[in-house]
């Protein structure tokens, strides 16, 4: 059974840049067909997808988020990061990890979360 | 850019109750919606794709209709497992926008 895990710090202060890597376990990172994203979550608010990544390297990004995000894949780990710079309190969230099939396909699997918080 | 609206923000009801969601996009996006359901602290679930396809594992209770512009989300009998927020997101393009939800709560 596929399992998407998060981790990284879950606190930052004003302008640093979080980073965050989801460890994927049961499956195959390179499995032909499928990307692997990041999606966000503001306490109490809505779902936002961040990006996503092809294990050749493809990226695409949300246009909002775009000039500030790198999503980046390690093969040899199964695992792939998403780097957000210059952070404020507005992106404090609680950060999925998730994949998804080439489009058009929807979100499959979900990692649990994490929380991170952006607090001087 | 897509924007996708849903109706109600929030739904109160009863266990058995027949309960609709609308979600509706500002663009055509063919059948390419999907509705998760979120419970608190935890990840959403997939639970219809393609519009009207129910994933593996979802109870038949749940079904989603719906083409071009306009969805909708029924629950034909609510369970006390079903108070939940429930989410539509377009996937007809790259940016995978999210409705922003529905709270199902009880009556």
């Known amino acids: 059974q596929l399992q998407l895990q998060e981790s990284g710090p879950g606190l930052l202060k004003p302008s640093e840049t979080l980073s965050l890597t989801c460890t994927v376990s049961g499956g195959f990172i390179t499995s032909r067909g499928y990307y692997w994203g990041w999606i966000r979550q503001p306490p109490g608010k809505g779902l936002e997808w961040i990006g996503s990544i092809y294990y050749s390297g493809n990226t695409y990004y949300n246009p909002s988020l775009k000039s500030r995000v790198t999503i980046s894949v390690d093969t040899s780990k199964n695992q792939f990061s998403l780097e957000l710079n210059s952070v404020t309190a507005a992106d404090t969230a609680v950060f999925y990890c998730a994949r998804h099939g080439m489009l058009p396909n929807p979100i499959d699997s979900w990692g649990q979360g994490t929380l991170v918080t952006v607090s001087s | 850019d897509i924007q996708m609206t849903q109706s109600p923000s929030t739904l109160s009801a009863s266990v058995g109750d027949r309960v609709t969601i609308t979600c509706r996009a500002s663009q055509y996006i063919s059948t390419f919606l999907a509705w998760y359901q979120q419970k608190p602290g935890t990840a959403p679930k997939l639970l219809i794709y393609?519009?009207?396809n129910l994933e593996s594992g979802v109870p038949s209770r749940f079904s989603g209709s719906g083409s071009g512009t306009e969805f909708t989300l029924t629950i034909s009998s609510l369970q006390p497992d079903d108070f939940a927020t429930y989410y539509c997101?377009?996937?007809?393009?790259?940016?995978?926008?999210f409705g922003p939800g529905t709270k199902v709560d009880i009556k």
């Open positions: 997101q377009q996937y007809n393009n790259y940016s995978g926008v």
């Open positions: 393609k519009a009207s």
